[in-house]
């Protein structure tokens, strides 16, 4: 591992092969936003609430708007269908962990001349939010021949929560239980943080063990079961089981929360008798939830679980020390600092300039891809998708409002121009822009001119920001998408609502 010199510093000593494979997760790109943390600072908050939650948003009367834009690229490159139907679930969860109930779906595509990888995402994404109830209300789909090899799968959520009941991760305290919940931990999705932080293999079926599998109705299961959880106050905080699976949950945590953790992987369920030590730790198992828990309120929470027919374990403690311990029984795998362990180091920056070139990006917006998904279901959806399938408005009956929803990409060159224009677009609608979420998507961050191209869209998002007075709400950054044939052109992609 590249980074064992430093570890061993920061440790003191040798770290052994499982603490390892721990800091291979939480050190790379995907989980460290290595190359992007510092520049991110620089975009504008005021009036965003969360923004460094599972999901931020915007506050409207007693309730809050919480939304969040993710990527799927390197998944949906290898296996289309469940590396887009993986996204979607992935996404909800990232609402659904804040106690907000997921009330639409949008999506960017960024396709080249790869059919099975085109219908494979399209179907991928249709099964996913057709089964869950969750309607997809906002559709972009481009084209250029540099997304060929490697597509562009960026996936919006939108969820609406009281404000007062909203569920964050840093509420854990000392002698908390843990509690994981829901599906069995595999295999599936194994290393996809590492996987996630480097360019695409030539041989393609060596990433295949880095895709979830998924499962939408177990979610729509997970859906109902932690609303109703949630409603009868028994977590006292939440976090998804996203990129490194019950480590990134259980370390991110405990670092919000300044506590510690202690967790025994005997306690864990599981779903296959020959899983290692270090793969049920990062294993991507769609559709589970990490519970900070009162022990008195177990009992009520499986007995709702029991209902849903939902699994859970309860697999570990907070505590006062400020530790991420992992151990088999008796047996401590890992004890490190727990700042250790989420702190990667600072890497070099390459600020090089390059020539912004003129690109060709054709919109492929038809039919025959937004009529496969159900754009209706949960009754608040305003307009049809035939006139602008990029645009549409929510009825938001708890506030008596609208919220009007528009998902838009830019190319590095107009990205200041690109979210001035969505704003303008909303308000001649009688919207009012409130916030913007983001996917900043960019090839390998180490070679030039790539960091000159993303720290230029992040200032042009501040400026246009800053402008239209409105925050950046939360997002994401996706390094790497290249492969040794082919790398994209580098492009941000955006949802932004309002209200009228």
């Known amino acids: 591992m590249k980074y064992k010199k430093y570890i061993t510093e920061k440790l003191n000593r ?6 390892l494979h721990l800091f291979s997760a939480t050190y790379s790109e995907h989980c460290g936003y290595l190359h992007s943390r510092q520049l991110l600072k620089e975009l504008p908050r005021e009036n965003a609430i969360y923004y460094n939650e599972n999901a931020g948003g915007i506050k409207i009367g007693r309730h809050a708007i919480l939304f969040k834009m993710e990527s799927h690229n390197h998944p949906c490159a290898v296996e289309p269908f469940n590396g887009a139907a993986t996204g979607i679930g992935g996404i909800v969860r990232d609402v659904l962990a804040m106690n907000a109930r997921p009330i639409a779906l949008c999506n960017s595509l960024k396709f080249g001349d790869n059919k099975r990888i085109i219908e494979g995402v399209i179907d991928g994404i249709s099964n996913y939010g057709n089964s869950i109830g969750v309607p997809t209300v906002s559709t972009e789909v481009l084209y250029n021949k540099a997304f060929t090899e490697n597509p562009l799968v960026n996936v919006t959520c939108i969820g609406i929560a009281k404000y007062d009941d909203i569920l964050t991760s840093n509420k854990a305290r000392a002698g908390l239980k843990l509690m994981l919940v829901g599906s069995a931990t595999m295999k599936d999705g194994m290393g996809g943080a590492s996987f996630a ?4 293999s030539d041989e393609k079926k060596e990433d295949k063990l880095s895709i979830q599998i998924a499962n939408p109705f177990m979610k729509k299961k997970l859906i109902e079961a932690c609303l109703e959880i949630f409603s009868q106050k028994l977590v006292a905080s939440c976090q998804d089981c996203g990129a490194a699976g019950i480590l990134s949950s259980t ?18 369920h599981t779903g296959d008798n020959s899983i290692k030590d270090f793969e049920i730790m990062l294993s991507e198992t769609q559709e589970r939830m990490l519970f900070a828990v009162q022990e008195n309120s177990i ?18 403690t907070v505590i006062d020390k400020k530790n991420y311990i992992v151990r088999r029984g008796n047996k401590i795998l890992a004890d490190i600092p727990v700042d250790i362990l989420v702190t990667p180091p600072d890497v070099p920056l390459d600020f090089t300039e390059g020539r912004l070139s003129a690109t060709n990006i054709i919109s492929i917006n038809n039919k025959s891809i937004f009529e496969r998904y159900d754009h209706t279901v949960g009754n608040r959806t305003e307009l049809q998708p035939d006139e602008n399938p990029q645009f549409n408005i929510l009825r938001i009956w708890e506030e008596n409002c609208d919220l009007g929803i528009y998902t838009f990409s830019a190319t590095v060159k ?7 224009d969505a704003a303008k677009f909303l308000k001649s609608n009688g919207i009012k822009p409130l916030g913007i979420t983001n996917c900043l998507n960019f090839t390998n961050p180490e070679i030039p001119p790539t960091m000159f191209e993303f720290r230029k869209t992040i200032l042009d998002i501040k400026k246009a920001c800053e402008e239209i007075q409105i925050p950046v709400c939360s997002g994401n950054v996706s390094f790497y998408n290249e492969s040794s044939n082919s790398k994209i052109i580098n492009m941000p992609t955006f949802t932004i609502i309002g209200v009228r």
Do not use: C
Not at 197 to 200: E, P, Q
Not at 414 to 420: L, R
């Open 14 to 19: 040798v770290p052994n092969e499982f603490e």
């Open 197 to 200: 932080s480097k360019k695409l």
């Open 251 to 268: 370390s991110e945590v405990a670092f919000k929360s300044n506590t510690g953790i202690d967790i025994d992987l005997d306690k864990i």
């Open 299 to 316: 009992p009520a929470i499986s007995e709702i679980l029991k209902k849903y027919e939902l699994e859970y374990s309860v697999i570990g």
């Open 414 to 420: 107009n990205t200041y121009s690109a979210i001035i």
